[in-house]
């Protein structure tokens, strides 16, 4: 077979986002592209860590001490750092909200832009440990007309966010990225330092094969999601059992969703009266993406992205994918009582 000639016309995620933006028209001033490259930079940043993280003592709780007397700094805590160094210093950004912190940041006027920012700076903590995949979750909203930046501009429908995305820190480093006209995938080449668009225009099939729930939480499902987890593992012939894929960090897990389809599910349950997931930068970034792409978001009884929120840290139940999918799930919802 004849060698292929490696590209020299590469579509770094910055000109593509730039290219969005001029087709846009002069409404775009620019401040999200610039929003967007200090994202990536923290991403990049990041990723450096979470690669080292075990020869360089990243691994471990944060306040303990290692054997040489040193204190360790955990990873989510230092990513979280970088993002709110790097977005405060972006100049872009009014209102940051993170899983990490209690409460929100407003940011300083010196440094006061249009955009809100929440997000997850490392999600799938239990699987820091071990070296398996974690991830990056954020979503954007630009502050309401008149607004100076307060926690109202983060309280508002996922259907308002102007973009959403995460970074995956596995094999490779992957970006996952919406405006709001489709979803795109980015791979970061690590010796040019950008990421690359590998996956444009992310389609999630219709139907897919694979249902990914924490099934260990069963004894404590609702009627309908057992009734619906039983019609996919115990099919009427001529159709064949679903594959089980559970990795417990979302990013991986709804990663693999968007490019294979399926289901992602993580119910409300008779423990978890609002489920695990936190609506804000968890539920909402990956129920827009989703939706981007072709697929449906819910929580069994309504759209997530229409979910009005009312504190920054609240959960809600999410069951994300396929649309035919997510449609029979929905089905179940309405007959079992
Ligand atoms: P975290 O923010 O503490 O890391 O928790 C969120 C993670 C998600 O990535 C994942 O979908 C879920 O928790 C897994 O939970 P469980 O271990 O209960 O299955
Ligand atoms: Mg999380």
Redesign the pocket.
């Known amino acids: 077979m004849e060698e292929q000639a490696p590209s020299t016309d590469l579509i770094t995620l910055t000109r593509h986002v730039l290219n969005d933006q001029i087709r846009l028209g002069a409404a775009a001033s620019g401040d999200l592209t610039l929003l967007l490259t200090a994202i990536q930079l923290t991403s990049k940043f990041i990723a450096t860590n979470v690669r080292k993280a075990r020869l360089i003592n990243l691994v471990g709780l944060a306040g303990e001490t290692n054997v040489q007397g040193e204190e360790q700094k955990k990873l989510d805590v230092l990513s979280n750092d970088i993002m709110v160094n790097a977005l405060r210093a972006s100049g872009k950004t009014a209102v940051l909200v993170s ?1 990490e912190l209690e409460e929100a940041i407003v940011i300083e006027d010196s440094h006061k832009g249009k955009y809100c920012v929440v997000f ?1 700076p ?5 699987n820091i440990d071990a070296g398996v995949n974690i991830g990056t979750i954020f979503g954007i909203y630009r502050i309401r007309s008149e607004s100076k930046g307060t926690i109202e501009d983060v309280l508002r429908p996922g259907s308002e966010m102007v973009a959403a995305g995460y970074t995956m820190y596995g094999s490779s480093c992957n970006l996952v990225l919406s405006t709001g006209q489709g979803v795109n995938g980015y791979t970061l080449d690590a010796a040019l330092g950008e990421f690359i668009l590998t996956h444009p225009s992310i389609t999630i099939p219709p139907r897919g094969k694979i249902y990914s729930f ?1 099934e ?2 069963s004894m404590y499902f609702h009627p309908p999601v057992t009734a619906y987890l039983n019609s996919i593992k115990y099919p009427t012939a001529p159709k064949s059992p679903y594959s089980a894929r ?1 990795i ?4 991986a ?1 709804v990663h693999r969703t968007l490019l294979y389809g399926g289901i992602f599910g ?1 119910p409300d349950d008779k423990k978890s009266k609002s489920g ?3 609506l804000l930068y ?1 539920a909402f970034p990956m129920a827009y993406l989703t939706e981007q792409a072709g697929g449906i978001a819910t929580t069994g009884t309504k759209r997530i992205l229409d979910i009005n929120p009312k504190s920054i840290h609240e959960r809600c139940p999410v069951f994300l994918g396929s649309r035919d999918d997510v449609q029979d799930l929905l089905k179940f919802y309405k007959e079992v009582p």
């Open positions: 899983e997850d490392l999600d799938g903590s239990s924490n260990g939480n559970y417990g960090s979302m990013v897990d993580y695990k997931l936190r968890e």
